[in-house]
Protein backbone atom coordinates (compact mmCIF):
# COMPACT_ATOMS: atom_id res chain seq x y z
CA UNK A 1 0.00 0.00 0.00
CA UNK A 2 1.05 3.48 -1.14
CA UNK A 3 2.03 5.95 1.41
CA UNK A 4 -1.04 9.22 0.91
CA UNK A 5 0.59 11.67 -0.52
CA UNK A 6 0.66 14.94 1.22
CA UNK A 7 -1.63 17.08 -1.25
CA UNK A 8 -4.74 14.55 -1.07
CA UNK A 9 -4.09 14.13 3.57
CA UNK A 10 -2.30 17.13 4.19
CA UNK A 11 -5.53 19.32 4.56
CA UNK A 12 -7.56 17.24 6.11
CA UNK A 13 -4.19 16.79 8.89
CA UNK A 14 -4.57 20.95 9.10
CA UNK A 15 -8.18 20.96 9.50
CA UNK A 16 -8.11 18.88 12.84
CA UNK A 17 -5.23 20.77 14.16
CA UNK A 18 -6.50 23.77 13.51
CA UNK A 19 -10.02 23.33 14.61
CA UNK A 20 -7.99 22.16 17.82
CA UNK A 21 -5.79 25.10 18.10
CA UNK A 22 -8.75 27.22 19.48
CA UNK A 23 -9.83 24.94 21.88
CA UNK A 24 -7.85 22.96 23.68
CA UNK A 25 -5.76 26.07 25.57
CA UNK A 26 -8.88 26.81 27.17
CA UNK A 27 -10.45 23.04 27.83
CA UNK A 28 -9.58 24.01 31.96
CA UNK A 29 -11.34 27.39 31.52
CA UNK A 30 -13.90 29.14 30.22
CA UNK A 31 -12.60 32.26 28.95
CA UNK A 32 -11.97 33.45 25.00
CA UNK A 33 -8.48 34.06 23.90
CA UNK A 34 -6.52 36.63 24.99
CA UNK A 35 -3.48 38.25 23.32
CA UNK A 36 -1.15 35.62 24.09
CA UNK A 37 -3.31 32.54 23.09
CA UNK A 38 -4.13 34.32 19.89
CA UNK A 39 -0.20 35.01 19.40
CA UNK A 40 0.68 31.36 19.88
CA UNK A 41 -1.63 30.14 17.72
CA UNK A 42 -0.83 32.39 15.07
CA UNK A 43 2.64 31.19 15.34
CA UNK A 44 1.36 27.71 15.78
CA UNK A 45 -0.23 27.97 11.73
CA UNK A 46 2.62 30.24 10.54
CA UNK A 47 5.21 27.60 12.03
CA UNK A 48 2.60 24.48 11.28
CA UNK A 49 3.62 23.03 14.97
CA UNK A 50 1.01 20.08 16.06
CA UNK A 51 1.04 20.62 19.47
CA UNK A 52 2.55 23.34 22.49
CA UNK A 53 2.57 23.70 25.85
CA UNK A 54 3.40 27.11 28.02
CA UNK A 55 4.06 28.33 31.27
CA UNK A 56 5.37 31.72 32.52
CA UNK A 57 7.11 32.21 35.96
CA UNK A 58 6.53 35.98 37.14
CA UNK A 59 8.13 36.90 40.40
CA UNK A 60 8.53 33.41 41.89
CA UNK A 61 5.22 31.90 40.71
CA UNK A 62 3.40 30.07 37.91
CA UNK A 63 0.88 32.39 36.78
CA UNK A 64 -0.14 31.13 33.41
CA UNK A 65 -0.26 28.07 32.11
CA UNK A 66 -1.71 26.90 28.05
CA UNK A 67 -2.24 23.92 26.09
CA UNK A 68 -2.43 24.26 22.17
CA UNK A 69 -2.87 21.65 19.09
CA UNK A 70 -2.42 17.94 19.16
CA UNK A 71 0.03 15.84 21.03
CA UNK A 72 -1.07 13.15 18.38
CA UNK A 73 -1.90 14.30 15.22
CA UNK A 74 -3.04 10.65 13.69
CA UNK A 75 -5.18 9.93 17.00
CA UNK A 76 -6.17 13.44 17.31
CA UNK A 77 -5.09 13.99 21.04
CA UNK A 78 -5.46 17.24 22.18
CA UNK A 79 -2.09 19.38 24.51
CA UNK A 80 -3.16 18.64 28.02
CA UNK A 81 -1.45 19.92 31.03
CA UNK A 82 -0.44 16.16 31.17
CA UNK A 83 1.42 15.98 28.04
CA UNK A 84 4.88 15.01 28.25
CA UNK A 85 7.08 16.42 25.83
CA UNK A 86 10.96 15.51 24.89
CA UNK A 87 12.93 18.48 26.06
CA UNK A 88 16.41 16.83 23.97
CA UNK A 89 19.19 19.48 25.27
CA UNK A 90 17.52 21.28 27.59
CA UNK A 91 18.29 17.85 29.85
CA UNK A 92 21.86 19.66 30.09
CA UNK A 93 20.42 22.19 31.92
CA UNK A 94 19.97 19.48 34.96
CA UNK A 95 23.22 18.40 34.00
CA UNK A 96 24.68 21.51 35.16
CA UNK A 97 22.82 21.98 38.04
CA UNK A 98 23.95 18.28 39.16
CA UNK A 99 27.18 19.11 38.84
CA UNK A 100 27.52 22.46 40.87
CA UNK A 101 25.43 20.16 43.65
CA UNK A 102 28.89 18.29 43.72
CA UNK A 103 30.88 21.37 43.26
CA UNK A 104 29.04 22.61 46.61
CA UNK A 105 29.52 19.53 48.32
CA UNK A 106 33.63 20.07 48.24
CA UNK A 107 33.65 17.13 45.42
CA UNK A 108 34.54 18.63 42.18
CA UNK A 109 36.72 21.19 40.83
CA UNK A 110 35.39 23.11 38.04
CA UNK A 111 38.57 24.27 36.78
CA UNK A 112 40.14 20.63 37.39
CA UNK A 113 40.81 18.28 34.65
CA UNK A 114 38.69 15.18 33.77
CA UNK A 115 41.69 12.85 34.49
CA UNK A 116 41.29 14.01 37.81
CA UNK A 117 38.33 12.55 38.38
CA UNK A 118 38.30 9.39 35.07
CA UNK A 119 41.26 7.25 34.55
CA UNK A 120 42.40 5.59 31.60
CA UNK A 121 41.17 8.36 29.15
CA UNK A 122 43.43 9.51 25.86
CA UNK A 123 46.53 11.39 26.61
CA UNK A 124 44.91 14.36 24.47
CA UNK A 125 41.99 14.61 26.55
CA UNK A 126 43.10 14.49 30.29
CA UNK A 127 44.16 18.27 30.43
CA UNK A 128 40.55 19.46 29.23
CA UNK A 129 38.87 20.76 31.95
CA UNK A 130 35.48 20.30 33.47
CA UNK A 131 34.15 23.67 32.71
CA UNK A 132 35.64 23.38 28.87
CA UNK A 133 33.18 20.16 28.85
CA UNK A 134 30.25 22.14 30.36
CA UNK A 135 30.55 24.70 27.99
CA UNK A 136 31.71 23.14 24.57
CA UNK A 137 35.27 24.41 24.57
CA UNK A 138 36.50 21.46 25.24
CA UNK A 139 37.85 20.62 21.52
CA UNK A 140 37.30 16.72 22.45
CA UNK A 141 35.99 14.66 19.27
CA UNK A 142 32.25 13.86 19.13
CA UNK A 143 31.01 10.91 19.55
CA UNK A 144 28.12 11.87 17.45
CA UNK A 145 29.89 13.62 14.44
CA UNK A 146 27.23 15.42 12.01
CA UNK A 147 24.39 13.89 14.36
CA UNK A 148 25.06 10.48 13.21
CA UNK A 149 23.18 8.18 15.27
CA UNK A 150 24.07 6.30 18.29
CA UNK A 151 22.21 3.50 19.54
CA UNK A 152 21.70 1.68 22.70
CA UNK A 153 23.10 -1.46 20.45
CA UNK A 154 26.05 0.68 19.00
CA UNK A 155 26.82 3.01 21.89
CA UNK A 156 29.98 0.52 23.10
CA UNK A 157 31.48 0.48 19.89
CA UNK A 158 30.66 4.22 19.68
CA UNK A 159 32.70 5.20 22.69
CA UNK A 160 35.73 2.71 21.83
CA UNK A 161 35.81 4.80 18.32
CA UNK A 162 35.93 7.99 19.64
CA UNK A 163 38.73 7.93 21.79
CA UNK A 164 40.67 6.91 19.27
CA UNK A 165 39.84 9.82 17.13
CA UNK A 166 42.20 12.96 16.95
CA UNK A 167 41.13 16.32 19.14
CA UNK A 168 38.94 18.94 17.03
CA UNK A 169 41.06 21.47 18.44
CA UNK A 170 43.11 22.88 21.06
CA UNK A 171 40.89 22.75 24.15
CA UNK A 172 39.28 26.57 24.68
CA UNK A 173 40.43 27.64 21.40
CA UNK A 174 36.79 27.50 20.21
CA UNK A 175 32.66 26.65 20.69
CA UNK A 176 32.00 23.53 19.56
CA UNK A 177 29.10 21.81 20.75
CA UNK A 178 29.77 17.84 21.29
CA UNK A 179 27.75 15.16 22.87
CA UNK A 180 30.88 13.60 24.17
CA UNK A 181 31.15 16.27 26.63
CA UNK A 182 28.35 15.17 28.66
CA UNK A 183 28.95 11.63 28.51
CA UNK A 184 32.19 12.42 30.54
CA UNK A 185 29.92 14.51 32.63
CA UNK A 186 27.59 11.67 33.39
CA UNK A 187 30.98 9.41 34.14
CA UNK A 188 31.90 11.94 36.35
CA UNK A 189 28.82 11.90 38.17
CA UNK A 190 28.33 8.64 38.45
CA UNK A 191 31.37 8.19 40.04
CA UNK A 192 31.29 11.37 42.44
CA UNK A 193 27.86 10.57 43.43
CA UNK A 194 28.15 6.83 43.97
CA UNK A 195 25.37 6.20 42.13
CA UNK A 196 23.94 6.81 38.39
CA UNK A 197 23.07 10.03 36.92
CA UNK A 198 20.15 9.37 36.44
CA UNK A 199 19.50 8.33 39.88
CA UNK A 200 21.52 11.17 41.23
CA UNK A 201 19.28 13.64 39.34
CA UNK A 202 16.26 11.85 40.42
CA UNK A 203 16.51 11.92 43.77
CA UNK A 204 18.29 15.48 44.08
CA UNK A 205 16.38 17.08 42.04
CA UNK A 206 13.08 15.48 40.73
CA UNK A 207 11.98 14.28 44.12
CA UNK A 208 12.78 17.40 45.38
CA UNK A 209 10.72 19.64 43.36
CA UNK A 210 7.96 16.87 43.05
CA UNK A 211 8.48 16.31 39.34
CA UNK A 212 6.45 12.26 38.80
CA UNK A 213 5.51 13.59 34.83
CA UNK A 214 9.65 13.61 34.32
CA UNK A 215 11.45 11.03 33.58
CA UNK A 216 14.10 9.68 31.53
CA UNK A 217 14.31 7.36 28.70
CA UNK A 218 13.75 7.89 24.69
CA UNK A 219 10.98 6.74 21.61
CA UNK A 220 11.18 2.82 23.08
CA UNK A 221 9.95 3.55 26.66
CA UNK A 222 6.23 3.36 26.57
CA UNK A 223 5.48 6.83 27.98
CA UNK A 224 2.12 7.51 29.27
CA UNK A 225 0.64 10.72 28.14
CA UNK A 226 3.82 11.04 25.86
CA UNK A 227 3.64 13.83 22.50
CA UNK A 228 4.48 12.57 19.51
CA UNK A 229 7.37 13.68 18.03
CA UNK A 230 6.94 14.79 14.36
CA UNK A 231 9.25 17.00 11.80
CA UNK A 232 9.03 18.39 8.41
CA UNK A 233 12.41 17.25 7.07
CA UNK A 234 13.42 14.52 4.90
CA UNK A 235 16.33 12.89 3.38
CA UNK A 236 16.77 13.42 -0.30
CA UNK A 237 20.10 12.63 -1.76
CA UNK A 238 21.88 12.99 1.37
CA UNK A 239 20.98 16.16 2.69
CA UNK A 240 17.87 17.41 4.45
CA UNK A 241 14.96 19.22 3.32
CA UNK A 242 12.27 21.15 4.80
CA UNK A 243 9.32 19.67 3.02
CA UNK A 244 5.28 19.76 3.15
CA UNK A 245 4.55 16.67 4.65
CA UNK A 246 4.35 15.98 8.91
CA UNK A 247 6.40 12.98 9.29
CA UNK A 248 7.00 11.32 12.52
CA UNK A 249 10.27 10.84 14.44
CA UNK A 250 11.44 8.64 16.62
CA UNK A 251 14.33 9.96 18.68
CA UNK A 252 16.74 7.31 20.06
CA UNK A 253 19.13 7.97 23.01
CA UNK A 254 21.08 5.30 24.58
CA UNK A 255 21.70 5.30 28.18
CA UNK A 256 25.60 6.86 28.50
CA UNK A 257 24.43 9.93 25.95
CA UNK A 258 21.18 10.62 28.61
CA UNK A 259 23.06 13.36 29.81
CA UNK A 260 22.77 15.54 26.86
CA UNK A 261 19.30 14.49 26.01
CA UNK A 262 17.53 12.21 27.62
CA UNK A 263 14.46 13.55 29.18
CA UNK A 264 10.21 14.28 29.09
CA UNK A 265 8.87 16.44 30.66
CA UNK A 266 5.54 18.87 30.98
CA UNK A 267 6.02 22.75 30.82
CA UNK A 268 4.22 22.57 34.05
CA UNK A 269 6.80 20.78 35.67
CA UNK A 270 10.03 22.23 34.43
CA UNK A 271 8.56 25.78 35.77
CA UNK A 272 8.01 24.11 39.10
CA UNK A 273 12.26 23.28 38.71
CA UNK A 274 12.57 27.02 37.56
CA UNK A 275 11.42 28.50 40.77
CA UNK A 276 13.32 26.12 43.15
CA UNK A 277 16.33 26.84 41.67
CA UNK A 278 15.77 30.54 42.12
CA UNK A 279 14.40 30.01 45.74
CA UNK A 280 17.78 27.70 46.80
CA UNK A 281 15.75 24.38 47.22
CA UNK A 282 18.67 22.75 44.65
CA UNK A 283 21.62 24.84 44.91
CA UNK A 284 22.79 27.68 46.80
CA UNK A 285 21.45 31.15 45.32
CA UNK A 286 25.36 32.09 45.40
CA UNK A 287 25.72 29.09 43.11
CA UNK A 288 23.92 30.69 40.29
CA UNK A 289 25.77 33.32 38.61
CA UNK A 290 28.32 30.82 38.40
CA UNK A 291 26.13 27.87 36.85
CA UNK A 292 24.99 30.97 34.34
CA UNK A 293 28.36 32.39 33.36
CA UNK A 294 29.04 31.82 30.13
CA UNK A 295 32.44 29.86 29.50
CA UNK A 296 34.90 31.88 28.21
CA UNK A 297 37.82 31.09 24.92
CA UNK A 298 41.33 31.37 25.43
CA UNK A 299 41.63 35.04 23.94
CA UNK A 300 38.69 36.11 26.78
CA UNK A 301 35.73 36.32 24.00
CA UNK A 302 32.63 34.01 24.06
CA UNK A 303 30.36 31.84 21.67
CA UNK A 304 27.66 30.19 21.52
CA UNK A 305 25.10 28.95 19.08
CA UNK A 306 24.16 32.32 17.51
CA UNK A 307 24.13 35.92 17.11
CA UNK A 308 21.48 35.87 20.35
CA UNK A 309 22.49 32.10 21.80
CA UNK A 310 25.88 34.04 21.82
CA UNK A 311 27.31 32.41 25.16
CA UNK A 312 27.01 28.89 26.87
CA UNK A 313 27.56 28.81 30.70
CA UNK A 314 27.19 25.48 32.71
CA UNK A 315 25.01 23.07 30.51
CA UNK A 316 22.89 26.85 30.12
CA UNK A 317 23.01 28.71 26.70
CA UNK A 318 23.22 32.45 27.43
CA UNK A 319 22.12 35.96 25.63
CA UNK A 320 24.55 38.34 26.20
CA UNK A 321 23.10 41.94 26.13
CA UNK A 322 22.56 45.70 26.98
CA UNK A 323 18.60 45.04 28.04
CA UNK A 324 16.64 41.73 28.85
CA UNK A 325 19.65 39.09 29.43
CA UNK A 326 18.53 35.44 29.47
CA UNK A 327 19.65 31.87 30.05
CA UNK A 328 18.39 30.25 27.85
CA UNK A 329 18.18 26.27 27.33
CA UNK A 330 17.07 24.89 24.19
CA UNK A 331 16.30 21.61 23.15
CA UNK A 332 16.14 19.66 19.74
CA UNK A 333 14.84 22.88 17.69
CA UNK A 334 11.46 22.10 19.71
CA UNK A 335 11.44 23.06 23.14
CA UNK A 336 13.07 26.36 24.92
CA UNK A 337 13.44 27.81 28.06
CA UNK A 338 13.67 31.48 28.83
CA UNK A 339 14.68 32.79 32.03
CA UNK A 340 14.82 36.51 32.47
CA UNK A 341 16.87 37.27 35.76
CA UNK A 342 17.04 41.04 35.95
CA UNK A 343 13.15 41.07 35.25
CA UNK A 344 12.03 38.37 37.48
CA UNK A 345 10.29 36.46 34.49
CA UNK A 346 10.84 33.05 33.10
CA UNK A 347 8.94 31.13 30.15
CA UNK A 348 8.85 27.74 29.25
CA UNK A 349 7.74 26.27 25.83
CA UNK A 350 7.31 22.90 25.17
CA UNK A 351 6.40 21.49 21.38
CA UNK A 352 6.48 18.14 19.73
CA UNK A 353 8.01 19.69 16.49
CA UNK A 354 11.62 19.50 15.53
CA UNK A 355 11.99 22.72 13.46
CA UNK A 356 9.50 24.68 15.39
CA UNK A 357 12.54 26.74 17.51
CA UNK A 358 10.16 28.43 20.10
CA UNK A 359 13.61 30.56 21.12
CA UNK A 360 13.12 32.73 17.77
CA UNK A 361 10.06 33.62 19.67
CA UNK A 362 10.35 33.75 23.38
CA UNK A 363 10.90 37.39 23.72
CA UNK A 364 8.22 38.26 22.22
CA UNK A 365 6.34 36.37 24.51
CA UNK A 366 7.90 38.01 27.00
CA UNK A 367 6.94 41.27 25.37
CA UNK A 368 3.43 40.52 26.90
CA UNK A 369 4.65 40.87 30.01
CA UNK A 370 7.43 43.42 29.98
CA UNK A 371 5.77 45.95 27.13
CA UNK A 372 9.65 47.42 26.48
CA UNK A 373 9.92 44.22 24.99
CA UNK A 374 8.00 44.50 22.30
CA UNK A 375 8.77 44.41 19.03
CA UNK A 376 6.94 47.36 18.30
CA UNK A 377 9.49 49.55 20.87
CA UNK A 378 11.97 48.63 18.98
CA UNK A 379 13.36 45.83 21.29
CA UNK A 380 16.00 43.85 19.51
CA UNK A 381 17.42 46.75 17.58
CA UNK A 382 20.53 48.10 17.55
CA UNK A 383 20.98 51.33 20.21
CA UNK A 384 21.12 53.75 17.74
CA UNK A 385 18.31 52.42 15.45
CA UNK A 386 16.31 52.16 18.31
CA UNK A 387 16.83 55.22 19.49
CA UNK A 388 15.78 56.64 16.06
CA UNK A 389 12.52 53.86 16.02
CA UNK A 390 11.45 55.44 19.20
CA UNK A 391 11.78 59.08 18.17
CA UNK A 392 10.00 58.10 14.20
CA UNK A 393 7.29 56.70 16.47
CA UNK A 394 6.76 59.93 18.05
CA UNK A 395 7.62 62.31 15.21
CA UNK A 396 6.28 59.88 11.96
CA UNK A 397 8.69 57.90 9.67
CA UNK A 398 8.32 59.73 7.46
CA UNK A 399 10.94 62.27 9.49
CA UNK A 400 13.40 58.91 9.10
CA UNK A 401 15.81 61.18 6.53
CA UNK A 402 15.56 64.78 8.05
CA UNK A 403 16.15 63.08 11.66
CA UNK A 404 19.06 60.94 10.15
CA UNK A 405 20.62 64.56 8.58
CA UNK A 406 20.05 66.18 12.27
CA UNK A 407 21.59 63.10 13.83
CA UNK A 408 25.05 63.61 11.18
CA UNK A 409 25.44 67.47 11.92
CA UNK A 410 25.65 67.21 16.05
CA UNK A 411 27.90 64.07 15.61
CA UNK A 412 29.74 63.13 12.32
CA UNK A 413 30.77 59.55 13.84
CA UNK A 414 27.08 59.14 13.89
CA UNK A 415 26.59 55.54 11.42
CA UNK A 416 23.54 53.39 10.64
CA UNK A 417 24.82 49.97 9.40
CA UNK A 418 23.22 49.29 5.81
CA UNK A 419 22.29 45.59 6.71
CA UNK A 420 21.30 46.60 10.52
CA UNK A 421 18.79 49.81 9.17
CA UNK A 422 17.36 47.06 6.15
CA UNK A 423 16.31 43.99 8.87
CA UNK A 424 14.75 47.18 10.97
CA UNK A 425 12.69 47.52 7.73
CA UNK A 426 11.60 43.74 7.62
CA UNK A 427 11.04 44.28 11.55
CA UNK A 428 8.34 46.82 10.30
CA UNK A 429 6.87 44.80 7.60
CA UNK A 430 6.72 41.80 10.13
CA UNK A 431 4.38 43.58 12.10
CA UNK A 432 2.41 44.74 9.46
CA UNK A 433 3.53 48.30 8.89
CA UNK A 434 4.58 48.34 5.59
CA UNK A 435 4.21 52.09 5.32
CA UNK A 436 6.93 52.70 8.38
CA UNK A 437 8.95 50.10 6.51
CA UNK A 438 8.73 51.98 2.92
CA UNK A 439 10.41 55.01 5.09
CA UNK A 440 13.01 53.17 6.53
CA UNK A 441 14.08 51.75 2.94
CA UNK A 442 13.71 54.95 1.43
CA UNK A 443 16.37 55.88 3.88
CA UNK A 444 19.10 52.78 3.65
CA UNK A 445 18.98 54.04 -0.03
CA UNK A 446 19.69 57.86 0.34
CA UNK A 447 22.40 56.37 3.02
CA UNK A 448 23.96 53.82 0.75
CA UNK A 449 22.93 54.94 -2.95
CA UNK A 450 25.23 52.35 -4.87
CA UNK A 451 24.11 49.39 -2.84
CA UNK A 452 21.69 47.08 -4.97
CA UNK A 453 20.11 45.46 -1.62
CA UNK A 454 18.74 48.87 -0.78
CA UNK A 455 17.42 49.55 -4.09
CA UNK A 456 15.63 45.89 -3.76
CA UNK A 457 14.26 46.43 -0.74
CA UNK A 458 12.58 49.36 -1.65
CA UNK A 459 11.39 47.90 -4.52
CA UNK A 460 9.99 44.94 -2.64
CA UNK A 461 8.04 46.92 -0.54
CA UNK A 462 6.41 49.24 -3.59
CA UNK A 463 5.23 46.08 -4.88
CA UNK A 464 3.78 44.76 -1.79
CA UNK A 465 2.03 48.14 -1.63
CA UNK A 466 0.87 47.79 -5.09
CA UNK A 467 2.94 50.79 -6.82
CA UNK A 468 4.16 48.71 -9.52
CA UNK A 469 5.86 51.89 -11.57
CA UNK A 470 7.90 52.68 -8.30
CA UNK A 471 8.47 49.42 -8.06
CA UNK A 472 9.82 48.69 -11.14
CA UNK A 473 11.57 52.07 -11.09
CA UNK A 474 13.69 50.66 -8.15
CA UNK A 475 14.08 46.92 -9.37
CA UNK A 476 15.68 48.42 -12.43
CA UNK A 477 17.90 50.25 -10.42
CA UNK A 478 18.75 47.27 -8.33
CA UNK A 479 19.41 45.34 -11.45
CA UNK A 480 21.84 47.93 -12.94
CA UNK A 481 24.21 47.73 -9.52
CA UNK A 482 23.81 44.10 -9.75
CA UNK A 483 23.23 41.84 -12.70
CA UNK A 484 22.82 38.84 -10.74
CA UNK A 485 19.47 39.93 -8.69
CA UNK A 486 17.26 36.96 -10.48
CA UNK A 487 14.41 38.37 -8.65
CA UNK A 488 14.82 41.97 -10.20
CA UNK A 489 14.90 40.53 -13.37
CA UNK A 490 11.79 38.53 -12.82
CA UNK A 491 9.69 40.97 -11.70
CA UNK A 492 10.93 43.53 -14.44
CA UNK A 493 10.46 40.38 -17.01
CA UNK A 494 6.32 40.26 -15.37
CA UNK A 495 5.55 43.63 -16.07
CA UNK A 496 6.75 43.34 -19.58
CA UNK A 497 3.98 39.89 -20.03
Known sequence: MKTPRTSAWAPLVWLVLFLSLGTASQAQAATPPDSLDLFLQAKMRQLRIPGLQLAVIRHGKIIRTGQYGLANVQDSVPVTGQTRFTINSITKAFVGVAVMQLVEAGKLDLAAPASRYLEGLPAAWQPVTVRQMLTHTSGLPDIMPDDEMVTESTESAAWAKVQTQPMDFAPGEKFAYNQTNYLLLGKIIDKLSGQPFIQFIQERQLNVVGMPRTTFGDAHDVLPHGARGYTYYHNSNGQMRRGNQLRNTFETFPPMLRTAAGMSSTAEEVARWIIALQQGQLLKLASLP????????????????????????????????????????????????????????????????????????????????????????????????????????????????????????????????????????????????????????????????????????????????????????????????????????????????
Open 290 to 497: TLWTPGNLNNGTQRGFSRMLNGYALGWPTVARPEHRAVAPVGGGRSALFIYPDDDLAIVVLTNLIGANPDVFMDEIAGHYLPDMRAVAGFGLPPTIRALHTELRKRGFAQASALVKQEKKKNAAYQLPEDEVNTWGYMLLRQNMAQEALEVFKLNVSLYPQSANTYDSLAETYADLGNQDLAAKNYKRALALNPKNTAAAAYLKKLQN
